[in-house]
């Protein structure tokens, strides 16, 4: 079952690929293809978003080609505007001409619950989010999917889920090297910032820790808050 209290910062796809209004057509089906993306958000100069490419606006714009001519008595009954809104999405060269512009959005602190329901109401497959009016991210079915289907421990923000791999890779690095005193020693991470806690021998093997610690990828900063064996108490040990 999923997290109740996750929200759509909890779930969106911050790393987007975003382009501008006028990029060719042609270019936009070779970057779904390439990415191995189904949509993508079209955005002005200031991160505004102006509407979403999807695959369906790339086939909907190759079988309008093959729309039948309408008689001259039919198009006087017809809806113009709707019949050129359609030339331009069937014939556009650009982003701004096929992309979809009518669209759901959320705001960054809409439930997992909400988004789903409207996913269910509209027939969509991702809700644009907007915050201050730019777009933070994207939360697709695939993004639900995961509050249904993992831990919430393992959902996160970006950060968090960044930390707990530095904290990973480090006692793995740790648990490698014969002269750390694992038993002894440990670090929190928090922010990319390694500090390191317990108890040292030497200054040797203080250093030998910074070191480690700082070659971790994602490190930012060691902080050093390690001391020395108090050997009257624990020589025993050592």
């Known amino acids: 079952m999923a997290d109740q209290s996750l929200l759509a910062r909890d779930l969106m796809t911050k790393e987007m690929v975003m382009v501008p209004a006028d990029m060719p ?22 991160g505004g978003l102006l509407g979403l490419v999807t695959e369906a606006d790339l086939l909907r714009r190759l079988a309008g080609r093959e729309d039948p001519t309408i008689g001259f008595l039919a198009g006087l009954f017809s809806n113009t505007d709707a019949r050129a809104a359609r030339y331009a999405r069937t ?24 988004c789903a329901s409207l996913m269910e109401k509209h027939r969509i497959k991702r809700l644009p989010v907007l915050q201050d009016g730019k777009l933070a991210g ?38 490698a090297q014969p ?35 700082s070659r971790i990828e994602g490190v930012r900063q060691v902080e050093d808050k390690l001391t020395e064996f108090p050997y009257a108490r624990f020589g025993a040990m050592i």
Not at 28 to 45: F, G, K, M, R, Y
């Open 179 to 213: 002269w750390v005193p694992e038993l002894y020693v440990f670090a929190e991470v928090a922010a990319g910032v390694v500090t390191l806690h317990g108890f040292v021998k030497s200054d040797e093997v203080r250093r030998g820790l910074r070191v480690l610690a």
């Open 138 to 175: 994207i939360v697709s079915r695939s993004d639900l999917l995961k509050a249904v289907l993992e831990p919430p421990a393992k959902i996160g923000t970006p950060g968090e889920q960044e930390d707990a791999r530095i904290r990973a890779a480090l006692k793995a690095e740790m648990r």
């Open 91 to 114: 014939h556009g060269c650009e982003a701004r001409d096929i992309m979809t512009t009518e669209l759901v959005t959320v705001g960054p602190d809409t439930t997992a619950a909400h």
């Open 25 to 46: 057509v042609t270019s936009l089906a070779q970057l779904l293809a390439e990415q191995s993306i189904s949509a993508v958000p079209v955005t002005d100069a200031q």
